[in-house]
């Protein structure tokens, strides 16, 4: 099972500018998102694991937290130190988190 974390770690670690991986569609992506993410789709996450920073923890996020679990197993076993977000997007933004929308 891949490593998760919820939302109020989640909102330290950002806070102090952790990595965010976005694995949704870039659809969903451009609808609203966790500002400063990287969206990676989570079909084209093992091709574009090199993206991904290596210097600290990365938090993987999806819509609900599905994604994210799946997402954060592959880059853990790429070695990089990475958490899945319990709750997502849904859960960020039902807490009060920013999003914003369009692409980066």
């Known amino acids: 099972m891949s490593p998760e974390v919820d939302l109020a770690r989640f909102a330290e ?4 500018g952790a990595t965010v991986v976005d694995v949704r ?3 969903e ?8 993410a990287l969206p990676i789709p989570l079909d084209r996450l093992p091709g574009r ?12 996020i ?5 994604r994210s679990r799946a997402g954060t197993a592959i880059l853990r ?6 958490y899945s977000v319990a709750g997502g ?3 960020w ?4 988190g920013q999003v914003v929308a369009g692409a980066v």
């Open 62 to 66: 999806c819509a609900s937290g599905n």
């Open 77 to 82: 076993r790429a070695g990089i130190e990475a």
């Open 89 to 91: 997007t849904k859960g």
């Open 93 to 96: 933004m039902h807490a009060g």
């Open 13 to 16: 670690a950002y806070r102090g």
């Open 29 to 36: 992506f451009t609808a609203g998102h966790v500002p400063d």
């Open 49 to 60: 694991i090199s993206e991904v920073p290596r210097d600290g923890a990365v938090y993987v």
């Open 25 to 27: 569609e870039m659809d």
